[in-house]
């Protein structure tokens, strides 16, 4: 189960549940991916909407390489996503907004 207080989200891939974290690593990985000069310059382009499919699906692997997963960028492009592109915006988001915030 994913535990909200560390971050975490879930995800089923190509039938697999995986739990997603976005680790100091992760973020490093990020940035580098998404070519952005901070973090803060990635969480401003998410609250104002303007992310690419390719930035979802950066988070996305930011986050299950932060859960222990050794696949890579190429790996998730023929993965099948429970939810479809939809479900994996979704993840994506909620990693950021919880790698961010403080749950209540």
């Known amino acids: 189960m994913a535990n909200p207080f560390q971050g975490e989200v879930a995800l089923t891939m190509n ?3 995986h739990v997603l974290k976005l680790t100091l690593g992760a973020l ?4 580098a991916g998404l070519e952005t000069d901070t973090l803060v310059a990635l969480v401003k382009r998410f609250e ?3 992310f690419s499919s390719a930035d979802v699906l ?3 692997v930011a986050g299950l390489r932060g859960g ?3 696949g ?7 993965a099948e996503i429970a939810g479809g592109p939809l479900e994996a915006a ?3 988001a909620e990693l950021i907004a919880r790698a961010f915030t403080v749950p209540a």
């Open 15 to 17: 039938g697999a549940r």
């Open 28 to 31: 490093a990985e990020l940035e």
């Open 48 to 50: 104002e909407g303007k």
């Open 58 to 60: 950066r988070i996305v």
């Open 68 to 70: 222990g997963w050794t």
């Open 72 to 78: 890579g960028y190429d790996d998730i492009l023929t």
């Open 90 to 92: 979704r993840v994506g």
